[in-house]
Nanobody, 114 residues
Framework: QVQLVESGGGLVQPGGSLRLSCAAS????????MAWYRQAPGKQRELVAA???????QYTDSVKGRFTISRDNAKNTMYLQMNSLKPEDTAVYYC????????WGQGTQVTVSS
């Protein structure tokens, strides 16, 4: 069973930055298209950023130009660099496969507040 562990969240002021990490069991991060998702209180989970087989990336409009998704295949780890954070970015962030999400991990809380 795939295990996904997110880390790196925290409390940050508007305009600040955070870097999230996703560690996975096995080699799924280096094999499959992966994605970061987030779920804000009272809202549905949404896809924030994704990275494809050959490193192509896609972002939801609200984070374009501010977030960057990447992965280190040797470390089987995926990252989400988040800059110029806004209060509306506050959510629990999860990593998972892009096309067929498996069991969700616990996520990492990101809170953007002054």
């Amino acid at each position: 069973q795939v295990q996904l562990v997110e880390s790196g969240g925290g409390l940050v002021q508007p305009g600040g930055s955070l870097r999230l990490s996703c560690a996975a069991s096995g080699s799924i991060i280096s094999i499959y298209p992966m994605a970061w998702y987030r779920q804000a209180p009272g809202k549905q989970r949404e896809l924030v950023a994704a990275i494809g087989y050959v490193g192509s990336t896609q972002y939801t409009d609200s984070v374009k130009g501010r977030f960057t998704i990447s992965r280190d295949n040797a470390k089987n780890t995926m990252y989400l660099q988040m800059n110029s954070l806004k209060p509306e970015d506050t959510a629990v962030y999860y990593c998972n496969l892009r096309d067929a999400p498996r069991t969700w991990g616990q996520g990492t809380q990101v809170t953007v507040s002054s």
